[in-house]
C-alpha cells in the first residue's frame, strides 16, 4: 500500500508560476511510475503529465507542453510538478498518481488513467486573471 500526499497548491496570478509536490510513503517510490491529473468543477478528471519509475520517460498533455515540468526525486519519495507560465484556465484540483510497475521497463509510462493504483487526495490550485 502507497500512500501519496500533495502539497503546493494555491493562488497565483496569471502569468505566475507554484510548484506541486507529492510526496509518497513506503520503500518501492522507485518502482512506481507516477502522474499529475486535474480537475475542474463539473469536469471529467484530465491527464497531466506522467514520468516513468526512473525518470527518463515523460509525456504530457497538448495544454500543458512547453509550461509544466514533471520529475522525481527517487531519493526522497517525491515527485514533482513545476507550473509556468499559469492561466485560469489551468485553476483545478491537482491529483498524483501511481502505476505498480515492478515488472515494467524502467521507460514505462502509463497510457492511461485506468492503469494508476494509487490516488492522493488533491491540492487545489486558482489561477486568477
Known amino acids: 500500500q502507497v500512500q501519496l500526499v500533495e502539497s503546493g497548491g494555491g493562488l497565483v496570478q496569471a502569468g505566475g508560476s507554484l510548484r506541486l509536490s507529492c510526496a509518497a510513503s513506503?520503500?518501492?517510490?522507485?518502482?512506481?511510475?507516477m502522474g499529475w491529473f486535474r480537475q475542474a468543477p463539473g469536469k471529467e478528471r484530465d491527464f497531466v503529465a506522467t514520468?516513468?519509475?526512473?525518470?527518463?520517460?515523460?509525456r504530457y498533455a497538448d495544454s500543458v507542453k512547453g509550461r509544466f515540468t514533471i520529475s522525481r526525486d527517487n531519493a526522497k519519495n517525491t515527485v514533482y510538478l513545476q507550473m509556468n507560465s499559469l492561466k485560469p484556465e489551468d485553476t483545478a484540483v491537482y491529483y498524483c498518481?501511481?502505476?505498480?510497475?515492478?515488472?515494467?521497463?524502467?521507460?514505462?509510462?502509463?497510457?492511461?488513467?485506468?492503469?494508476?493504483?494509487?490516488w492522493g487526495q488533491g491540492t487545489q490550485v486558482t489561477v486568477s486573471s
Open positions: 498518481a501511481g502505476d505498480r510497475a515492478y515488472s515494467r521497463s524502467n521507460t514505462f509510462i502509463p497510457s492511461e488513467i485506468g492503469e494508476y493504483d494509487y
Open positions: 513506503g520503500r518501492t517510490f522507485s518502482n512506481y511510475a
Open positions: 514520468i516513468s519509475k526512473s525518470g527518463g520517460s515523460t
